[in-house]
């Protein structure tokens, strides 16, 4: 199951029932968990974590060596978690000690073609990364977050659980869970109803994050006006609380 081809260091570690295919180059200190596919001329550096079951189409690089200035070669690493499907020709980069030194990628996530994820980033479970979506260093993204194709989102950035953004969006700040953000600057839309709706949210629950919404982007008020509202929407459905604590954490401020 691997071909002849390929180039391994030594120091792999490779689990069971891996694939790896012709011209793939696997570095030092590299781990590829059981059940990994490697299509053709896939690169993985080290040192780097691949969980299991993850696919890896040609072309991509992962794990290399971030080209942010302040890098000077440190030990710092990439940890992908399970069933991940990593598409044509992405890039993701490893840490700088300057921050978490690691970049990390949960489980069950899709990363399309040519989609970048930067040094230091965290992304969750269930994300999509549509074609050429390309996240900064030090961003974080939610659980089942969509970045639309060419979504550009500028570093320290954190995209909220369940949001939503809309093709070629450019995010300076952060944006809410639930929310759906399109344009350049990107600007708050509504909330990802559909989406929520698809993953088994009540419509009892949707009102209410459409309602906690609305308080937030179209009351008029400040936060601290609207606090005691948000707190009450929050205690009565729980799924309010995450929209509530993504826009009091933020430290950069929300798309507006």
Same mark, same amino acid.
Not at 26 to 50: A, F, K, R, W, Y
Not at 128 to 149: E, K
């Given at each position: 199951?691997i071909?002849?081809?390929?180039?391994i260091?030594?120091s792999?570690?490779?689990?069971?029932?891996?694939? +790896? !295919?012709?011209? $793939? =180059?696997? *570095?030092?200190?590299?781990?590829?968990?059981?059940?990994c596919? %490697?299509?053709? &001329? #896939? /690169?993985?550096?080290?040192?780097?974590?691949?969980?299991?079951?993850?696919?890896?189409?040609?072309?991509?690089?992962?794990?290399?060596?971030?080209?942010?200035?302040?890098y000077?070669?440190?030990?710092?690493?990439?940890v992908?978690?399970?069933?991940?499907?990593?598409?044509?020709?992405?890039?993701?980069?490893?840490?700088?000690?300057?921050?978490?030194?690691?970049?990390?990628?949960?489980?069950?996530?899709?990363?399309?073609?040519?989609?970048h +994820? !930067?040094?230091? $980033? =965290?992304? *969750?479970?269930?994300?999509?990364?549509?074609?050429?979506?390309? %996240?900064?260093? &030090? #961003? /974080?993204?939610?659980?089942?977050?969509?970045?639309?194709?060419?979504?550009?989102?500028?570093?320290?950035?954190?995209?909220?659980?369940?949001?939503?953004?809309?093709?070629?969006?450019?995010?300076?700040?952060?944006?809410?869970?639930?929310?759906?953000?399109?344009?350049?600057?990107?600007?708050?839309?509504?909330?990802?109803?559909?989406?929520?709706?698809?993953?088994g949210?009540?419509?009892?629950?949707?009102?209410?994050?459409?309602?906690?919404y609305?308080?937030?982007?179209?009351?008029?008020?400040?936060?601290?006006?609207?606090?005691?509202?948000l707190?009450?929407?929050?205690?009565?459905?729980?799924?309010?609380?995450m929209?509530?604590?993504?826009?009091?954490?933020?430290?950069?401020?929300?798309?507006?």
């Amino acid at each position: 199951m691997i071909h002849p081809s390929a180039v391994i260091d030594d120091s792999a570690i490779i689990g069971e029932n891996v694939s +790896i !295919g012709p011209f $793939c =180059v696997i *570095g030092p200190d590299v781990e590829i968990g059981d059940g990994c596919i %490697l299509n053709s &001329h #896939v /690169v993985l550096q080290g040192p780097t974590v691949l969980g299991k079951n993850n696919h890896i189409f040609q072309f991509a690089t992962v794990g290399e060596a971030t080209p942010d200035l302040k890098y000077k070669g440190e030990q710092t690493r990439l940890v992908i978690g399970d069933n991940n499907v990593i598409r044509e020709g992405v890039t993701i980069h490893r840490g700088t000690v300057q921050d978490r030194g690691e970049t990390t990628i949960g489980n069950n996530n899709l990363i399309m073609a040519y989609a970048h +994820i !930067g040094h230091d $980033c =965290v992304v *969750g479970n269930h994300t999509i990364l549509v074609n050429n979506a390309a %996240l900064a260093g &030090h #961003v /974080v993204v939610g659980d089942w977050a969509i970045l639309a194709g060419y979504s550009l989102i500028h570093q320290f950035c954190q995209i909220g659980a369940h949001s939503f953004c809309g093709m070629g969006s450019a995010i300076n700040k952060d944006v809410p869970a639930y929310v759906t953000v399109f344009g350049n600057p990107a600007e708050a839309k509504t909330i990802n109803a559909e989406g929520l709706k698809r993953r088994g949210y009540s419509p009892e629950a949707i009102a209410a994050i459409r309602k906690a919404y609305k308080i937030v982007y179209r009351s008029g008020r400040t936060l601290a006006d609207s606090a005691a509202d948000l707190d009450a929407l929050a205690q009565a459905f729980p799924e309010v609380a995450m929209f509530v604590d993504s826009v009091r954490s933020s430290n950069r401020g929300i798309v507006r």
